[in-house]
């Protein structure tokens, strides 16, 4: 299938990403796919053939529409601050407004992320970002380059790269994958999530640069 999805097939993958995240891999079913994008269920099969298939292309779908978005702060100007700020600013908006993306994605991780495995590849090859031209899989390395930029400036100490980059997307994803945990035995936890959210930000953005800048005496 092209990576360049019509809007029908957009309607479709936006439908089953919602799906999967709730119900998983074996248990979303196609028919609630296809009520949830407003088609018939045949229309669905000629679309995508199959669940597994759909499956799939729901990865190329994510990494088109949120994952490229990610890399965009750290092509920009700006003190390593700065830019680390927007970063976090920008991936915490991206999974606040689409919470289906970290239950997703979590979901398939638990699996050992057979198919996430089995497709990169494909979509590494098909899939080019218009801005950087840059594939999925330079994203990692984006924001690795990013940290140790920071390192040889000075900017901040002398930190594993890769620990702070899991660091910084795991504070950033860890919100919104536990939020109902803590919602479920915090009464009236749920109607401040707004203002957490945005608060958020901040709180990620100062644990990581004040842990990381270089102290003086």
């Known amino acids: 299938m ?3 999805f019509n809007e029908t097939e957009q309607a479709i993958l936006a439908a089953a990403l919602e799906e999967f ?3 998983g891999r074996q248990g979303a079913r196609m028919q609630d796919i296809a009520d949830r994008a407003g088609l018939n269920k045949a229309l669905l099969h000629y679309y995508f053939r199959s669940k597994e298939r759909l499956y799939e292309e ?4 994510v990494f088109r529409h949120y994952f490229t978005r990610m890399t965009t702060p750290l092509r920009s100007d700006g003190s390593f601050a700065e830019i680390l700020r927007q970063f976090i600013h920008q991936y915490v908006d991206l999974l606040n407004e689409n919470p289906a993306l970290p239950m997703f994605m979590l979901r398939e991780v638990a699996e050992g992320a057979p198919v996430f495995r089995r497709r990169i590849g494909e979509i590494a090859a098909t899939h080019l970002d218009p801005e950087s031209g840059d594939t999925p899989l330079g994203l990692p390395n984006t924001i690795l380059a990013f940290f140790e930029r920071g390192v040889r400036e000075g900017a901040v100490t002398q930190a ?3 620990q702070t980059m899991i660091s910084v997307m795991g504070a950033c994803i860890y919100f919104f994958a536990a939020f109902p945990i803590f919602a479920a035995v915090m009464p009236g936890l749920e109607q401040q999530r707004a203002a957490l959210t945005e608060a958020r930000k901040d709180h990620i953005f100062e644990l990581v640069y004040y842990g990381l800048k270089p102290r003086t005496e």
Do not use: A
Not at 58 to 61: A, E, P, Q
């Open 2 to 4: 092209s990576t360049q």
């Open 21 to 23: 995240s709730k119900h």
């Open 160 to 162: 594993d790269p890769f």
């Open 58 to 61: 729901v990865f190329t779908y």
